[in-house]
């Protein structure tokens, strides 16, 4: 069965899509653009490394401007985020059987409640999976490390292929001083495999 993965090459994605393979699902990984940024191309590259097929959606920017609305009424990106994660999820349901994003146990957004998975399986009739809900950061951050050599960075040094990009882009002097400074991870391949080996050792240095 296919598991359509949303993600962004970041360790809880890729760690998920490493979860749902093991698991027998064919997984095709998806990462989303409002066309405001092609931060797109950096999860392309970390999911092709890994070996899944990958695919990039485009999707109304009503939603991100929706989303960076609320962001700038509320002074903090979570509430906004998460609408945009709510939304891209209600889209992707309306074409896919099986959805799946990289969400943990300890997150606070984006991230759906039990009530909103409910509402989506049984409206769309697709099942959602979140494999690392039942996971905390210490064992993730482990399990990651093990599998995955990974550059950690600022979020404000570089974008990512995630929604908070396009809605600091979309904000653009307006988003000053809203987004809090936190750590960000994009996964650059397997550990072991021998062509990354010098790849990884300039990333540490």
Same mark, same amino acid.
């Given at each position: ?25 064919? %997984? ?27 695919? &990039? ?30 939304? %891209? ?8 059987? &099986? ?26 009739? %697709? ?59 994009? &996964? ?14 300039? &990333?540490?240095?």
């Amino acid at each position: 069965m296919e598991a359509n993965l949303l993600f962004s090459g970041g360790k809880d994605s890729s760690l998920s899509a490493f979860i749902l393979k093991k698991l027998g699902y064919e %997984v095709k990984t998806i990462t989303i653009t409002f066309g405001y940024s092609e931060n797109w191309r950096l999860a392309k590259e970390t999911s092709e490394n890994l070996g899944y097929a990958h695919r &990039v959606m485009r999707m109304d920017e009503r939603i991100l401007k929706e989303g960076s609305r609320i962001i700038l009424e509320d002074g903090y990106p979570s509430k906004g985020i998460k609408y945009i994660h709510r939304e %891209v999820i209600e889209e992707l349901a309306k074409d896919y059987k &099986v959805i799946c994003d990289g969400s943990r146990r300890d997150d606070r957004t984006p991230k759906l409640e039990f009530n909103e998975i409910r509402s989506l399986e049984d409206r769309y009739g %697709v099942e959602y999976i979140s494999p690392l809900q039942g996971i905390g950061y210490k064992t993730l951050r482990y399990l990651a490390n093990k599998l995955f050599i990974i550059e950690t960075y600022n979020s404000s040094e570089k974008k990512t292929a995630d929604y908070e990009t396009e809605a600091r882009i979309f904000l653009g002097d307006r988003a000053e001083n809203i987004f809090p400074a936190h750590e960000h991870t994009r &996964v650059l391949g397997w550990r072991g495999d021998a062509e990354w080996q010098e790849i990884s050792h300039s &990333v540490k240095n």
